[in-house]
């Protein structure tokens, strides 16, 4: 299955407006009724997805001074496909300038026996606003986890921030030597927001990056506890 689905939000002056909302499944945008200036969108699979041999593109666009958040709404299970084919999603993201977005998906699992590749590519203006999150399940309870590689990409202003890719899904990862036996990992990127020095702490770490930003790493034995770290 291939889908491309688009959403674009833009300040008329007052708030933010949705100019594009347009969902292919199994990518489904629903907007919601917020308050004050910032638009909300969330994100549903409303397809079993993604499956092996699937492409999926999200592209998001938040013009000058406009204001977007877009959130999922439940896990995403990355399955296998019936011959082993691998699976492909995209995000695309470009803030410009003033421009602000929140993108905050659910966690995605990595099921047995999937091939699963995400990329998330972000472009940004020089005084934009980005924060973004990925967490990384591997396996369903009492489950050994498939294969998945993520990939991202991300400049400011046109200097790159961070170009980081991540394979994850081996037996390897269950040494002490890379993930100490932990099933979650979970990254959380935030760019144009205040200076935080480094920090770590138990099994998380928050680093600052050369361009701007932070980069914070956190490792759980479930969700809800590596994602403790961010709030």
């Known amino acids: 299955m291939k889908a491309h689905a688009r959403l674009t939000a833009c300040f008329d002056g007052s708030r933010t407006v949705l100019r594009e909302l347009r969902s292919m499944a199994p990518l489904t945008l629903f907007p919601r ?37 877009l959130s999922g709404v439940a896990a995403t299970l990355a399955l296998p496909g019936l011959h082993g084919e691998s699976s492909l999603s995209t995000v695309d993201v470009l803030v410009e300038p003033g ?33 973004t999150r990925e967490v990384l399940v591997l396996g369903r309870a009492g489950e050994k986890p498939g294969a998945m590689t993520t ?11 961070l170009r980081q890719t991540l394979a994850i899904g ?15 990992l979970a990254t959380d990127l935030v760019l144009g927001g205040p200076d935080l020095p480094a920090a770590s702490g138990e099994w998380w770490s928050r680093t600052p990056l050369a361009a701007g930003g932070t980069l914070t790493t956190s490792l759980a034995f479930d969700a809800v506890t590596a994602l403790k770290v961010f709030h």
């Open 33 to 69: 009724r917020a308050r004050g200036p910032a638009a909300v969108v969330h994100l549903v699979n409303s397809a079993t997805s993604p499956l092996g041999g699937d492409d999926l593109l999200l592209t998001i666009r938040v013009g000058p001074g406009a204001t977007l958040r």
């Open 99 to 131: 421009g602000r977005l929140e993108y905050l998906p659910e966690p995605t699992v990595i099921t047995a026996g999937a091939r699963h590749t995400a990329v998330f590519r972000a472009e940004l203006a020089a005084d934009a606003y980005l924060h």
């Open 151 to 161: 990939s991202t990409s991300v400049t400011r202003g046109g200097t790159p921030v």
């Open 170 to 184: 081996t037996d390897l990862d269950g040494s002490l030597a890379v993930l100490a036996g932990r099933r979650v």
